[in-house]
């Protein structure tokens, strides 16, 4: 067996291949059978995360465009594969996309959905919990998951990375044609995409600058198409980490929209200065997911690291030296500085300093941060290097949503190499490999992409609307050592190791579903290697 990149190789990058049987040499063949590169086989041997006695053919340095397949003189071949520049602007343009057909509150049209159209769905009043006789129009936003619901701090966090992405690697973005309605405004369409889900957040903030921390039913639904999901809606309690996510997200969508459309930009800073407002005069952390109500909770235990977030995106912003002083108090609860949440969000807060280049900025504090990061993306070199997949994971990134830890990771190499002065680019293309096939399944956790890929998702509309393809761009949250479906054991036996403890069947979410900030950074790392 071999594992491939089902995507394909970009002509200049790394380009690996793990292998299982035993082999001495590889040979790349082109379209006619024919040699065209050849080079020896790597034994890495026992691979802890997988399980698997690994072996490895590396042919980065053959940069030829067209259609392979690699051969070992074990008698291996592998499915085919493309090389080129452009190999990923299908998947880059898929799993950018997705969030357009996770809208809510629209319908999705055929010009622009194709056959996963379908109406309007939840454009009803929501109620308070607190008190149902309040209601408040808050529709809008993107569906979260496989569910219906919307929090603000999945939200929130989904944007920053999609909107840093457009920040650090803007090329990446300026080229694309999503098909979505906006497209052909002048602005980049996730630029717009981020912007219908922004429009929503802002009517997720109570006059007071305090922000509800979600807005669902009180149960999840049926497995029905979103518009035939006609729960009441509730806004759920104020959460300091909302308002606090609110007020960072905002901030910094202020400096990614001015240049596009000022009035939007001046919006979100007042409500980021508003919510800023509510930060100071509630202190305390607060949050109840009222039990009753059975949706996501998005729990933490604390809102430090999103306090500092909020602080560190209104400096960047503003330059204001009061966020400065705050930003730099908050810090001092030490939780970690490289983490790009959704719960710990710290590392997005580094990320604002130090990408802002403000004058005002300290050059201790800037080290400090570019340290964190570079220190993070050496341990996760070293172990991408103890990996035979070449996947910067150990065994305890390998809980619900793992494929998330893989590209954040991911998205670490890639701002280190913008921001720490080392190059991390191979590292970051790894991880990319690991997605898109070259795990100890050899399954592509991208749907609609790759020959042998996941279509069988956690997904409410994929499984309602009776298309066998599923919808395509959704990054699968993969391979979990602890389902919490106990029937998951049928399909997973106890001591499979991690990296194979996963099953594409549509009943285990803890395993198999799809959400926004899984999907975003891996936008992000894709971003990166396409810049
Ligand atoms: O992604 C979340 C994961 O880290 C948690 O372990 C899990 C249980 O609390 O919840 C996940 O988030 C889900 C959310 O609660 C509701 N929408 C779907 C999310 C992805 O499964
Ligand atoms: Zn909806």
């Excluded at 619901?149 to 966090?157: D, I, N, S």
Aim: with cysteine; net charge negative.
């Amino acid at each position: 067996m071999i594992y491939i990149n089902q995507s394909g190789y970009l002509t200049d990058g790394t380009k690996r291949a793990v292998i299982l049987d035993p082999a001495d040499k590889f040979d790349v063949l082109d379209s006619n059978g024919k040699s065209v590169f050849s080079g020896s086989v790597n034994y890495f041997g026992f691979d802890e995360c997988s399980g698997d006695e690994v072996y490895t053919a590396d042919f980065s340095e053959f940069a030829e465009e067209g259609s392979f397949t690699l051969r070992t003189d074990g008698g291996n071949v592998s499915e085919s594969f493309t090389i080129g520049s452009d190999v990923y602007d299908k998947l880059f343009d898929d799993i950018s996309k997705a969030f357009y057909y996770l809208r809510c509150g629209c319908g999705l049209d055929e010009k622009h959905a194709g056959v996963y159209k379908h109406g309007k769905c939840h454009h009803t009043k929501a109620v308070l919990w607190e008190d149902n006789s309040v209601e408040i129009e808050a529709s809008g936003g993107w569906h979260d998951a496989g569910d219906y619901g919307r929090y603000v701090t999945a939200g929130a966090t989904a944007l920053a990375h999609l909107l840093y992405g457009y920040v650090l690697f803007p090329k990446a973005f300026e080229k694309q044609n999503l098909n979505i309605p906006e497209s052909g405004n002048g602005v980049p369409d996730m630029l717009s995409e981020c912007r219908y889900e922004l429009e929503w957040l802002l009517k997720m903030q109570r006059a007071d600058g305090g922000v509800y921390h979600k807005l669902t039913t009180k149960g999840h639904a049926a497995f029905v198409m979103p518009d035939d999901d006609k729960g009441q809606l509730y806004a759920l309690p104020v959460s300091s980490m909302a308002t606090a996510d609110f007020a960072a997200v905002c901030a910094l969508a202020y400096r990614v929209y001015q240049k596009f459309d000022s009035t939007f930009a001046g919006k979100l800073l007042e409500a980021a200065e508003r919510a800023e407002k509510w930060l100071e005069a509630n202190p305390e952390f607060l949050f109840d997911n009222p039990k009753e109500c059975t949706t996501g909770g998005y729990g933490e235990w604390n809102d430090e690291d999103n306090r500092f977030w909020a602080y560190a995106e209104l400096f960047a912003t503003t330059g204001n030296k009061t966020y400065h002083d705050k930003m730099k108090s908050a810090l001092k609860k030490n939780f970690p500085i490289t983490h790009l949440g959704y719960a710990s969000v710290g590392g997005l807060g580094a990320l604002a300093y130090m990408t802002c280049g403000r004058a005002e900025c300290e050059n201790p504090l800037v080290e400090k941060f570019r340290k964190a990061y570079a220190d993070e993306a050496e341990m996760l070199a070293a172990l991408t290097q103890e990996s035979g997949y070449g996947a910067a994971m150990s065994e305890k990134h390998y809980f619900w949503g793992s494929n998330m830890n893989l590209m954040k990771h991911g998205m670490i190499f890639a701002i280190a190499t913008a921001c720490c002065q080392k190059d991390y680019t191979a590292y970051a293309q790894k991880q990319l490999d690991v997605l898109m096939g070259i795990n100890a399944l050899g399954i592509s956790y991208v749907t609609g992409n790759g020959y042998y890929r996941c279509n069988y998702p956690h997904l409410r509309p994929s499984s309602a609307d009776g298309i066998e393809e599923c919808i395509p761009g959704m990054v699968i949250g993969g391979p979990n050592k602890n389902p919490v479906e106990p029937t998951a054991r049928q399909f997973i036996s106890d001591g499979t190791p991690p990296m194979k403890s996963y099953v594409d069947r549509e009943e285990f979410y803890s395993l198999n579903e799809i959400t926004i900030y899984w999907n975003s950074p891996a936008v992000f790392t894709t971003a990166f290697l396409l810049k």
